[in-house]
């Protein structure tokens, strides 16, 4: 999507990849690295960039284009994000508990393993 918007801004498709890619965080030399070419051909590509986009810094160029981002990828992510905040909790007899913890170590506190007060003594995950 933004690769088409910036083709209908005039950038060549060479030129539309190397914005995608700096929009993405990539430097100079990952984005060379990732194109198959040198750092002074992407910073040549990028130099036409911020003529065409009239902007002045890869920062505007960034800016410029989070509109119009694809954020297909980060729903993705999103969805693991959500499976992991169930790790910290554990299946307890019939109900389920937040996992806690326990501290070792000389600053450990009582000693037992027990940090959380509200629980029998001996009875640790």
Known sequence: MLRDVLIQKGLSNREAEVAELVTKGLSNKEVANQ????????????????????????????????????????????????????????????????????RVGPFSGSGTGNDTGNQEPGAGI
Do not use: D
Not at 49 to 69: G, T
Not at 81 to 94: D, E, F, K, L, Y
């Open 35 to 102: 194109l198959f070419v040198t750092e002074k051909t992407v910073k040549f590509h990028l130099t036409n960039i911020y003529k065409k986009m009239s902007v002045k810094s890869r920062a505007q160029l960034i800016v410029w284009c989070m509109p119009h981002h694809s954020f297909a990828e980060e729903e993705k992510k999103a969805a693991p994000a959500q499976v992991a905040s169930n790790i910290n909790t554990i299946p307890r007899g019939n109900t389920t508990v937040a996992q806690t913890i326990p």
